[in-house]
């Protein structure tokens, strides 16, 4: 064989992006032809307009690992990638956009408005999928999908009119979540609460007769315009003789009456409450119980509207509280005000305040399917990992909400609704009508309205497979197997999803969930944009490679917690390719002149055994660590017998038969070189893409594609338990002997002589002696004697299981000298631990100093004690040679 010389440094960027053309050209991301059981993933849609930060980078990391895992475990594997419209947040951007322009969507038109936001969509999306090609991302991109695609369109109007006609979507005039900056209504979910300071305002209420008043504390002073009533709770005896009275509304001529409800809490401000149904979700409930009027006070965006007096009209919400404040201060109506501080909804896309806000939507019924959903779990046809959120899971189901699915939006799926211009009759339709069904009219009119985004997420897994079409895909690939997703989506997409796929196909659209962890900071911040400490996965990809990041986020991801990094952070993985790449270079510039020999034809040595071993017990660990997605196991798996099994070890074991003058000794060694690298670049390639394909293709041991190789799985034939326990013995007294090098500050490289004693039951004492010169080599030992009759005065003992060693340190350091100088040093380290402790005693010094200058001294004393403890321990060690 000729040698193969790779590159002196290890340099990602000379090849990541030809091995990825490499993967693309040959169609080798797309499901295999084979008899197993396919696997099917699909990547949560990130959204159009965004761009891609660390919690997408893990999450497709982790997707990547199972789908080549699997891939290589011969399963037709499937990873079905693709984008979300994201209506709100995709809106937002094209009207920011627009807004440099000095123009509003209303001047541009629906029409012209859509084909500026398929424009930012397409932009945006070439963006994503580059990011996602760049970090290594294997999923099938002939199959890519996005929600608003012709497919996946006509499986929203499909699913929308099925749940019309089964009475599970209505129409009607409700309370809702508004948000006055997006123009459109949210659902519960999507309303994110935040302590706001406030003020809460007692104000008077007069009699209708003129004799006299009542209390009411609000915090929106402003809504008192929608004011139908006012409340006291029926068991508050102060106010049991009021029920039934009226009370003129403050600022107006109206008058509302005094009733009774539960809901009331007689401990809040008065216990008399004011009742506003259009604007206060319990007030809302309380009308109902009481067959009130609701006057909405609001226009849609966020003003105030006719239904109040005209000197408050046109203004926003936060306007016209201060001037209706000033005017019930000017009338002599507020007794009292304070500083409130309370919960208050914001827009989850563009934080502005929620208004509760009365207006005709569209719902979905959910209960039913919240009982179904429930049940999937119950009967564990949905399992999740960690465990711990299937609580999160059920609370959200069992107290569900029916679904507010309208959304003011022009971008989106319109909703598949008509109305009849002739007859008023309503169309709802998959396909566009062109005529009335009741009374053959053309003037249609559709619902301006669009649908929720998650309204074609809950589709996701089946209808990016062609549901509602039983296509191949469908058959051969749903079901699917696993969802790697954040825990804030559990509600918003998890258990729609789960809904969906039971309301219309009935049966679960895959059993695992995985969740992960949130990518925070070193000090445990999330990331964001305020705080400037978000790192961006292709500043990572640039300055470490693909393999550094992906190994890094994988060996970190212990499951059920967060991760917490920084740019350093990904050294860890850097390092490791390093080092696969210099020992992996080192082992091909030794094949020069040598013969490739059948590995399975080698007879194999205790080293050999013991490799081999270690190999199937690296397999095995992996394999229990990805069934139960323990991801960071998996990884450690790898480093443990890569870096330590065969590098620290089994490599430099085998440098002299490669240096050998025998060439059969060198061809049969670099024989078991090359297949060892060849399985440990299949063991790896899940969880190090590139690097293992780049080593793999050079190889002249191999000639298959390594994404689609064969995953090493455990072996019987390669158990090898004594060989493992003799090679781990010989481990112990390498480590304990440079141990103990260390503690007495003698150099590795410093050599002295060591004695080996065993009794005839040591189960490695044939291994010791047959392998004195390595071990020597291992502990750096001008000379090894194995013997049990040595002399071994003066030598210092280290225990060892089934044998003993005696290290001649006096060969290396003047124990007396090295003892005096200990003394000075101690001596030094208590005086000045005396010095901190006085201080830290002073009473004055711990009332005045600031609290940086005593958490100084608090270091230094744990300083100085750490260093005292140590040269205490090494002075013991040192006075027993004597």
């Known amino acids: 064989m000729k040698a193969v010389v790779l590159s002196k440094a290890y340099d990602p960027k000379t090849f990541e992006d030809r091995i990825y053309a490499k993967w693309l050209e040959k169609g080798l991301f797309a499901p295999q032809s084979g008899e197993g059981k396919p696997f099917t993933i699909v990547m949560p849609p990130p959204n159009v307009t965004g761009i891609l930060h660390m919690g997408h980078a893990l999450n497709n990391s982790l997707q990547d690992i199972l789908a080549r895992y699997w891939r290589m475990k011969g399963r037709p594997t499937l990873w079905l990638p693709g984008t979300d419209h994201a209506g709100i947040a995709t809106q937002n951007v094209v009207e920011r956009e627009i807004a440099k322009e000095g123009l509003r969507r209303q001047d541009l038109g629906r029409e012209r408005f859509l084909e500026r936001t398929w424009l930012v969509k397409e932009r945006h999306h070439a963006i994503i999928k580059e990011q996602l090609e760049k970090i290594g991302s294997s999923c099938d991109w002939s199959r890519e999908r996005f929600t608003m695609d012709e497919g996946l369109s006509r499986a929203v109007r499909e699913a929308f009119v099925t749940l019309y006609e089964r009475d599970l979507i209505y129409k009607g005039e409700y309370l809702v979540n508004y948000c ?30 003129g004799n006299g008043f009542i209390t009411v504390a609000t915090t929106r002073p402003e809504t008192m315009f929608g004011d139908v009533a006012v409340a006291v709770n029926p068991t508050d005896e102060r106010y049991l003789h009021l029920i039934g009275q009226m009370v003129r509304l403050p600022l107006t001529e109206r008058e509302i009456p005094i009733i009774a409800d539960s809901f009331v809490d007689k401990e809040f401000g008065t216990g008399m409450v004011k009742i506003t149904p259009a604007h206060d979700p319990n007030d809302y409930q309380a009308g109902i119980r009481h067959n009130l009027e609701r006057i909405n006070v609001l226009n849609a965006d966020g003003t105030l509207n006719e239904h109040v007096p005209a000197s408050y009209q046109g203004l926003s919400a936060a306007k016209a509280r201060a001037l209706v404040v000033k005017d019930l201060e000017a009338g002599g109506y507020i007794t009292a005000a304070k500083e409130h501080r309370h919960e208050v909804g914001h827009c989850y896309r563009c934080s502005t305040i929620i208004e509760p806000y009365l207006s005709n939507q569209w719902f979905v019924r959910m209960q039913g399917m919240a009982q179904k959903a429930l049940k999937a779990h119950q009967d564990a046809k949905v399992v999740f990992y960690p465990r711990r959120w299937e609580n999160t899971y059920t609370h959200w189901l069992e107290n569900i909400h029916d679904w507010c699915i309208s959304r003011q939006l022009w971008w989106g799926h319109r909703i598949p609704v008509w109305e009849c211009a002739t007859c008023g009759q309503r169309i709802v339709s998959v396909d566009d009508p062109t005529s009335c069904p009741h009374c053959a009219g053309s003037d249609l009119l559709q619902e301006t309205d669009v649908l929720d985004t998650w309204f074609s997420s809950w589709l996701w897994p089946f209808s990016t497979l062609g549901w509602p079409d039983k296509s191949a895909d469908m058959q051969t690939f749903f079901p699917t197997n696993t969802l790697v997703t954040g825990y804030d989506i559990i509600f918003f997409w998890v258990s729609r999803m789960i809904m969906a796929s039971l309301e219309f196909l009935d049966q679960v659209p895959f059993r695992d969930i995985y969740i992960t962890g949130l990518v925070r900071d070193r000090q445990g911040r999330k990331m964001s944009k305020s705080l400037g400490n978000g790192i961006d996965p292709l500043e990572v990809v640039d300055q470490y490679g693909a393999d550094a990041m992906k190994f890094t986020l994988c060996y970190m991801a212990t499951q059920g917690q967060d991760i917490l990094i920084d740019m350093d952070s990904f050294k860890l993985g850097s390092r490791f390719a390093n080092k696969v790449w210099n020992a992996t270079r080192f082992i091909l510039m030794n094949l020069e002149g040598t013969t490739l020999i059948d590995p399975s034809t080698i007879e194999h040595t205790t080293l050999d055994r013991w490799i081999y071993h270690q190999l199937n017990n690296a397999a095995r660990q992996i394999e229990e660590a990805m069934a139960s997605y323990k991801f960071n ?3 450690q798996a790898i480093y443990d017998f890569f870096w ?51 080593i793999y293709s050079q190889l002249p041991n191999v000639d298959d594609e390594l994404i689609t190789a064969p995953y090493p799985v455990w072996r019987s034939e390669w158990v090898s338990e004594d060989d493992a326990l003799i090679v781990s013995r010989m481990q112990e007294a390498v480590t304990a002997i440079r141990a103990l090098k260390a503690e007495l500050s003698i150099p590795a490289e410093r050599k002295l002589s060591v004695v080996i004693k065993s009794d005839e039951t040591f189960i490695g004492r044939t291994f010791f002696a047959e392998q004195r010169e390595l071990i020597a080599s291992f502990i750096g030992a001008s000379k090894l004697v194995i013997d049990q009759d040595s002399d071994t005065g003066g030598a210092v003992p280290v225990a060892g299981s089934g044998y003993e060693s005696f290290v001649f340190v006096g060969e290396a350091i003047d124990v007396n000298a090295e003892i005096a100088k200990l003394k000075g040093e101690l001596a030094k380290s208590e005086q000045a631990l005396s010095i901190v402790l006085a201080k830290l005693a002073n009473e004055k010094f711990m009332a005045n100093a600031k609290a940086e200058a005593i958490e100084k001294e608090v270091a230094k004393r744990a300083e100085f004690e750490e260093r005292i403890e140590k040269t205490t321990k090494h002075l013991a060690l040192l006075a027993s040679f004597i």
């Open 180 to 209: 006055p900056k997006c123009g459109t209504a949210l659902a519960d979910d999507e309303v994110e609460y935040q302590e706001v300071a406030g003020s809460l305002w007692n104000v008077r209420y007069p009699y209708s007769d």
């Open 633 to 635: 196991e998996a990884a």
């Open 644 to 694: 330590n099994d065969f590098c620290d070890w089994y490599v430099e074991s085998a440098k002299r038969n490669l240096y050998s003058d025998q060439s059969a000794q060198k061809s049969r060694q670099v024989s078991l070189l090359l297949d060892l690298l060849a399985h440990s670049m299949r063991l790896m390639h899940p969880f190090a893409s590139f690097i293992s394909d780049e």
